[in-house]
């Protein structure tokens, strides 16, 4: 078995065996190419079933002198996966990466605007221009819903379900959820629908997709981070943000202003309470006060 067959067979097993979504399905193909870059460089013809413990430690410790702690761990962990997949499939009889550590890197807290924040962002965009209407429209519904950016751009008119206060949410390995979506976010959504929309000439096949670029097809990821990018430049925004700064946002005002865990975990679409409770330690501000309310010797 050759490299570029195992990993082929590999992105197989994550698709159909896995359900990832592609963009997860991409980073750990890189993981491994990375080492496959590495193997040729230097000339090692060891494959996929016979690579050595010696010649991964050799790579990983090649790969720290130029990523990050985070990076590092990102890549072995990614490699794991991969030879946990062959031992699995029976061609090997063990992980070469079992006994390598990844780094200590901490958790990293996620990045959060404040509630003024965010309503100066929106506030700065100029809804004198057509895609004013639909970029408001956008930035209401990752906070208001709480999206990861592969959710907005993916969202669907068919998905819309305003009389009964939900959308339809299609998230990491297609896998589908319902999320409430408040009044604001509906009245703007309805606006760019109505206003800004109804004229545009959509391309086939993009007629279900809710929000469109000028040229009438579905956004790219690159152009959300781009228009968040230049609204924070232009009010001389202080943070480095993103479009899943908004996601964060939405999760930690809702945990500061009394909301529960697993309510969270559900409208964000995680399958581990784990991943939800990073929120937990974002802002502590609070808790002296839940403590004071529902304590009974307070």
């Not at 031992?87 to 990293?108: A, C, H, Q």
């Not at 009389?163 to 606006?191: A, L, M």
């Not at 609204?231 to 943070?239: P, R, S």
Request: hydrophobic share 35%.
């Amino acid at each position: 078995m050759n490299w570029q067959q195992a990993l082929k067979d590999y992105q197989h097993y994550l698709r159909i065996e896995r359900g990832l979504a592609q963009n997860s399905i991409k980073s750990y193909e890189r993981d491994v190419n990375k080492l496959i870059l590495y193997l040729e460089i230097h000339n090692i013809s060891e494959d996929p079933i016979k690579v050595s413990m010696e010649t991964v430690q050799r790579f990983i410790y090649e790969i720290a002198k130029t990523v990050n702690p985070r990076s590092q761990a990102r890549i072995i962990s990614g490699l794991k996966g991969f030879f946990n997949y062959l031992v699995f499939e029976e061609y090997r009889i063990d992980n070469p990466m079992d006994l390598l550590e990844s780094p200590k890197i901490g958790r990293k807290l996620p990045d959060t605007l404040s509630e003024s924040e965010i309503d100066t962002l929106i506030g700065t965009i100029d809804l004198s221009k057509p895609e004013g209407e639909r970029n408001r429209a956008m930035l209401e519904t990752l906070y208001g819903c709480g999206l990861r950016v592969s959710e907005l751009i993916g969202l669907k008119i068919s998905d819309l379900f305003f009389e009964e206060g939900f959308i339809k949410v299609t998230g990491k390995g297609d896998k589908q959820r319902f999320v409430p979506i408040g009044t604001i976010n509906i009245k703007y959504i309805d606006i760019y629908r109505n206003e800004i929309r109804i004229h545009q000439k959509i391309q086939k096949g993009h007629e279900d997709i809710l929000f469109l670029n000028r040229r009438g097809k579905q956004l790219t990821r690159a152009m959300i981070f781009t228009i968040i990018k230049q609204l924070a430049e232009k009010i001389g925004l202080q943070k480095s943000i993103s479009p899943h700064t908004f996601r964060h946002s939405f999760a930690t005002h809702l945990l500061q202003n009394g909301a529960d865990l697993r309510a969270i975990q559900q409208m964000l679409g995680h399958e581990s309470i784990t991943t939800t409770e990073v929120y937990m330690h974002v802002d502590r501000s609070h808790l002296s006060d839940v403590m004071n309310k529902y304590h009974p010797r307070k």
